[in-house]
């Protein structure tokens, strides 16, 4: 059964960063599309990065050039690395991933989420 499990939320200042972990059970991670996606109180969820065996990562404008999505295959681990974090990078932040081609945030295209992790951003 896959399960997928965020971890490493927090509170930060403006400036600071954080390390987003989503534990994968049930299949490797590197084998597949795994993104991470963002929702902020009143917004719609959004897709923030994705990745997968075949293709570069991709990244949402909001956020080029200060976070890093990567895999530690070994440990069927999902990060995302932020810097520079801003305020409106507040959200809860959700780990997805399925089978099919990495091409676009289709949320519809994910067939497995996480409950999310909360990150709060103070100015």
């Known amino acids: 059964q896959v399960q997928l499990v965020e971890s490493g939320g927090g509170s930060v200042q403006a400036g600071g960063s954080l390390r987003l972990s989503c534990a994968a059970s049930?299949?490797?991670?590197?084998?597949?599309?795994m993104a991470w996606f963002r929702q902020a109180p009143g917004k719609a969820r959004e897709g923030v990065a994705r990745?997968?065996?075949?293709?570069?990562?991709q990244y949402a404008d909001s956020v080029k050039g200060r976070f890093t999505i990567s895999s530690d295959n070994a440990k069927t681990t999902l990060y995302l690395q932020m810097n520079s974090l801003k305020p409106e990078d507040t959200a809860m932040y959700y780990c997805?991933?399925?089978?099919?081609?990495?091409?676009?945030?289709?949320?519809?295209?994910?067939?497995?989420w996480g409950q999310g992790t909360q990150v709060t951003v103070s100015s």
């Open positions: 990745i997968s065996t075949y293709g570069k990562p």
């Open positions: 997805a991933g399925h089978r099919l081609g990495c091409f676009t945030f289709n949320q519809q295209d994910f067939s497995w």
């Open positions: 049930g299949f490797t991670v590197s084998t597949y599309c």
